[in-house]
């Protein structure tokens, strides 16, 4: 642990400014490496990039994925134009394309709640009119991410869910300039040069948000938008040092981002649109990367019980769900294991079963209408199985969702009864 110093806190104000940022540009580059290893194509920017199958316990590209729907990723370089979405309409069935920034926060959320429709999607620096039968949306950075989810109900409705999906598209207009490849490669735990050369290039390409340059550029002495010469070897040195204690300061995530009751941790409001606050800006870059915005989703999480006790898979626990939450869309109950990172990412099992939802067939609900769920490493005998979500051996994070939140969601008064230890169901 390094000695608290205002040299030290002043770097790690920069670094929660620049993490985020950095977390993006990580998970741009492997979704992109990945697409052009299938394909054979390179920067394939502005393409939705759709996986047709759920998420599973080898997903490891985003943070704390979820079962419940199928992704459809895009990365947009909007600095040589306009890119057109078009969002579908698909009846009753859930579905959301989130626009965020550079910086993680959520512009528009499109889909369900705004209906079909065209989007004119344009950066910062864009003066020209707007396309012809298409709805503007200016983004604040150049390089935005769209990621659309759609529901899949259960396993059979998969091959509908993908062609849903498929319903969504993205185009370029035909004298937009060709996308400016990016220039640094961003590994996963990089060292202090590698860290700020992809931020730095990352903001530069945003050039024309004056408001993202001055905000970084009160870090120029810490090394942000600026260049190497501008910042002293020891700066330098002390990056190097102070990196590895940054990122396990930030370990806590989802868990850290609100108030914990009974077990519970209910995040803070600015999930998904931060503002100014960057603290919770960095932990959810860690720790939810992508995280809708509460008016679309709330995140519940929990790795205790209400005493405080770790939620571990050597013991066996209970998890009621009350009849009826209030949501407008489903409900979703997911487990995950973090890894030596903090990253979140679901637990192998023989069932392939890493969550529970109000669209899960098979559960079985007590009299009252509220579900009892089952939850340990060893698979359970008879019946109950069908209300088992399996655990790894060790400890475990659950993360209840909420789509589409109703007013007591948002405003606090509804609460989920703490996790409870019970017997371990043979």
Known sequence: MLPETEELAQLRKAFRVAFPIYEVMRTRALQ??????ASGVANLVNFILPRLTLADATSREITTPNNDTLYGSAWLDLAGGPVILTVPSLGQRYNSAALMSLTTDNIAILGTRSGAGRYALVGPGYNGPTPDGTQLVRMPTNDAWLLIRVLVTDRD???????????FKLESLPDNKPAVPVANAAPANPDARTFLAVVNEAIERSQDNAALIARTHAFYKQGMTGPESAFSPETLALWEQALPQFRAELKGGLAAAGDVIEGWNYPKAGVGDFGEDDDLRSLIALGGLAALPRIEAVYLSARTDAAGAPLDGSKSWRVRIPAKPPVGAFWSLTMYEADKDGRLFFVANDLDRFAVS????????????????????????????????PAPKGRFVLVWRGYLPGQSLLDGSFRLPPVAEGELIP
């Not at 993908?162 to 319903?167: D, V, Y």
């Open 32 to 37: 992109l490496g990945k697409a052009q290893e």
């Open 157 to 167: 409705d998969v091959a509908a869910a993908a062609a849903a999906l498929r319903e």
């Open 358 to 389: 109000s669209q899960s067939q098979h559960l079985r609900a007590e009299r009252d209408g509220s579900y009892e769920i089952f939850v340990q490493a060893s698979r359970p005998t008879g019946e109950r199985v069908v209300n088992w979500l």
